[in-house]
């Protein structure tokens, strides 16, 4: 028994010590080495990456003068990713050829860039490499005052695998969320929103939720309203009709798992589609950490209530992200709280949304 017990405690303290040291020297990659999540402090710069999730193997790692070229794959996603990345501090006081560019041409999906520090860029398109097609990411960050830095990240995924089901406002969502994640994980701040780039991937037959999630008038964050516990009785009235509400069984339990969601954020709130607005299937998840898996998480408990179901995320961290949700709570009477202008009468509002 005490061996085992020295044993364990050996193996806790190899584990802290290895997280202390990268994040004291900073992470290095290597030939052969397999990692996940959050590769922090790289090179030692303050620059943190968060890969999706799974194992990535490094293929390759080399040194190009002041940068580190690094090849990594996952098996999960089939996808190569490339990072290139500084090692040490260079010289210089600006970058030639001007600001970073947005990507454009018929082959582009998405292009987004960000012009105050760090400047970054998105660029994800169709690209033909030796008469196969792939779905590339390109992702770049650097600062624009000295110490000077440039960090990219390119994802190569066989088009076979790219999602086609996502709609234009996701496909956005998705793009911000990620630009989001690259800028901040180069300040040495959270990276994890890099992390949502798996939302354009299939993996193992698993689009399925994403479609159910993508689908169904989905909002950006910016365009939902915010709900919160105080407007508990206008969605009682919009999920379980306005004559039952939450007054049954049924709404009982819905109101009590809502008013628990709603108290904080992180959380997001799944719901049977087929019948929204007359008492439907549901499932929440909150407290979270990765907010990919959550979606999921909580639209696969709700419909394995029902082979019948098809359920999408329709509240996430108090913004009403479904379109018919919107609508109808605007019909019943929602007054817009963040509103700029809060003389706006919500027969206005529904004006504004049915359009």
Known sequence: MTGLLMKSLHFIFFTLLLSFSQNLFGAELSEGDYVSGTI???YGLNINMTLPDGKWEVLESSQDGEYRDIELYSSKYETWAYIYTPTT??????WSGGGLKKCSGKDVFLSLVERTAPEATLCFEDQEIDGSKYGVVTLNARNTRTPLLWTSLTFYTPIEKIKTSISENQLKKIGKAVLKGLRDGFRGGDSSGIAELSQFILV????????EYET???????????VTQNDIGLLCKAFGGPELGCSDDWGKDFKEALLESLEYPPHVIAVNINNIFDGPGYATDNDFQNVVTARKDAINACNSYDDSYSCS????????VNEKLQNKLISLGYYNKGSDDNKITSKGLLQKYLD
């Open 40 to 42: 922090r402090n790289l």
């Open 89 to 94: 501090i260079g010289g210089g006081d600006f």
């Open 204 to 211: 193992n037959n698993s689009e399925t939720y994403v479609n």
């Open 216 to 226: 169904n008038n989905l909002l950006e964050a910016d365009e939902g309203i915010r």
């Open 313 to 320: 995320i329709v509240i996430e961290n108090n913004i009403v």
